[in-house]
């Protein structure tokens, strides 16, 4: 198959202390990663994804204004699974990728940005980087607090959060408690206390600025 030449970002994640996870553990959280995968493709059938060695993961995204928001999702997810579960992802956007039918034999800047990142993260768990230099300086002091904000969720936030940015018409909060089988008040004190409203305007912030970009 020849090779595609576009503009792509790339999230690559592992696991916080995956080998302290039981069997059943482990077990949810493939499943997990599977379901976020497969709901990523459904919002793009280009996306593309992999799971290896069990406990990294990687997605290519077409639609890379929505690439904060996959890695958000992404967080959330295997967050709302419980106190032991956690991931660190490294994201990047940049141009003229290699693709292949294969993930692992798809080469390109987004690729080894992300890659790279994954590999040199320490004191924090998300990471952001492009081949835009104002890009990344712009998100960069901001990618910090969200992952301030991100670490710091409890699982129920977690949970609560999740679906208000799975869904493309953003719920209302009864919707959301319907949704969840939870009570509205629950819902309404769970979204406040996640910091919803700003995460929710830093991804659209991020969203607008790369549309704004001249990626080919």
Known sequence: ?????????????????????????????????????????????????????????????????????????????????????????????????????????????????????LKGIKNQRLLFNSDKPTLTEQFDLLFKYLDKQLTELTARQCEVMLPMFQNQQELSISELAEQLDIATATASKSLKASGWSLIKALNLKFNQQVMALNYD
């Not at 799971?51 to 077409?62: L, N, T």
Request: aromatic share 8%.
């Open 1 to 117: 198959m020849e090779p595609i030449f576009k503009s792509i970002a790339v999230i690559s994640g592992d696991i916080v202390s995956s080998t302290k996870l039981n069997a059943k553990q482990y077990e949810q959280l493939i499943l997990c990663i599977k379901d976020v995968q497969k709901w990523i493709t459904t919002t793009n059938r280009a996306n593309a994804h992999s799971i290896e060695r069990g406990d990294e993961f990687q997605s290519v995204i077409h639609d890379i204004e929505e690439a904060l928001r996959y890695t958000i999702i992404y967080r959330l997810a295997i967050k709302a699974l419980g106190k032991a579960f956690d991931c660190r992802i490294s994201f990047a956007i940049a141009a003229n990728a290699d693709l292949r039918s294969s993930i692992s034999e798809s080469m390109g800047e987004a690729f080894v940005l992300s890659g790279r990142g």
